[in-house]
C-alpha cells in the first residue's frame, strides 16, 4: 500500500531479462536508491504477478513507464495480533452505523483507490488500467480481494490486496469519509487474525498505516515469512504459478472460513 513513484533514470544493475523458470533476480540485487528497485520490465499475466508476490516482490509505476518490480528493505508490515486502535477511534467505531462486506464490489474499491481525492496529494496514479485490469483478472482467479465499507449501503471506503496461502499482501485502500480506510484495514486485520493469518504486508512507509500499528521487518525476515505462509514449495510454484489458484475460484469470505466481523461495531 504506497503512493506515487517519481520518475527516475534506472540503473542497469536493476534491469532484468525474464528467464525460463523465474522471472525476477535475486531479491538481494535490489538498489538501495530509490529503496528495492529490483527489476524493468515484464508483464502484468496472472503468472508473473503470483510469482512476484511468492518472493516478496510487487509492481509499482506509473503511466507511461515500463513496469517497475520493488522489494524494499526494511518492509512495512503489521502483525494482525497488534492492529492498534486508538481511543479516538474506538469511539468512532462505537458511534458508527457503517456495514462491512467482502468481495461484494471488487471493481469499484479498486476503481476508487486509482481516482479518489488524497486531500491534496495525487490520485493512486500508479492504478493504471492495466494495473486494474490485472489484478481483476486475479480477483476472478480468487487470489485479489476487497474489504468495502458503506454507510447506507453507499461505499465510503475499503481497500484490496491479493492472498496466497496464509499471507495477505495488501495494495491499496481509499476513504470517501473520514476512518473509512482504517475501518476497512482494522476490519482485514481482525479477520486474518481469526484466520490464523499472522502478518500483512504494507510495502513502504507509511504515516496512515504506522498509526495503525504497522512496523518495520528485514526484507530476509520478511521473505522468510511469506515462506512459510505460502506452504508451497518455491521451485514448484515458480514452475507453475496458477497452482496457488484455489479451485474454484473462492470469496474471501470462504477463503478465511471464519466468521467475519460484518460492522463496524463488531471491531470493537
Known amino acids: 500500500m504506497h503512493g506515487r513513484v517519481g520518475r527516475r533514470e534506472i540503473s542497469g544493475r536493476a534491469r532484468h531479462t525474464l528467464s525460463l523458470v523465474n522471472p525476477f533476480p535475486p531479491t538481494s540485487r ?21 510469482s512476484a508476490y511468492a518472493q516478496g516482490i510487487f509492481p509499482w509505476f506509473n503511466e507511461g513507464e515500463d513496469i517497475l518490480w520493488w522489494s524494499p528493505d526494511p518492509r512495512l508490515v503489521l502483525r494482525t495480533a497488534e492492529v492498534h486502535i486508538s481511543r479516538s477511534m474506538r469511539k468512532a467505531l462505537k458511534n458508527s452505523d457503517w ?6 464490489d471488487f471493481d469499484a474499491v479498486i476503481h476508487h483507490c486509482a481516482h479518489v481525492d ?26 485479489a480481494h476487497s474489504v468495502e465499507v458503506r454507510e ?28 473509512a480506510s482504517k475501518v476497512a484495514f482494522i476490519a482485514l486485520s481482525r479477520a486474518c487474525q481469526n484466520s490464523d493469518i499472522e502478518l500483512i504486508d504494507c510495502q513502504v512507509e507509511n504515516p496512515h498505516l504506522l498509526s495503525l500499528g504497522a512496523d518495520l521487518m528485514s526484507r530476509e525476515d520478511f521473505e522468510n515469512h511469506v515462506r512459510d505462509a505460502i506452504k508451497v514449495d518455491m521451485r514448484s510454484l515458480l514452475s507453475k504459478p496458477l497452482c496457488m489458484v484455489p479451485t ?6 470462504m477463503r478465511l472460513a471464519k466468521d467475519l466481523p460484518m460492522s463496524a461495531g463488531d471491531l470493537l
Open 30 to 50: 535490489a538498489l538501495r536508491e530509490p529503496n528495492g528497485l529490483l527489476a524493468v520490465g515484464g508483464d502484468l499475466q496472472p503468472e508473473t504477478l503470483i
Open 118 to 143: 488524497r486531500g491534496g496529494r495525487e490520485a493512486g496514479t500508479w492504478i493504471t488500467e492495466a494495473m486494474q485490469d490485472a489484478y481483476l483478472r486475479l480477483h476472478e482467479l480468487g487470489l
Open 152 to 179: 447506507d449501503g453507499q461505499l465510503v471506503g475499503g481497500l484490496y490486496g491479493v492472498l496466497l496461502g496464509n499471507m495477505f499482501f495488501g495494495e491499496s485502500m481509499f476513504s470517501l469519509q473520514a476512518n
Open 99 to 104: 456495514s462491512l462486506s467482502y468481495d461484494d
Open 248 to 253: 474454484p475460484p473462492l470469496p474471501l469470505a
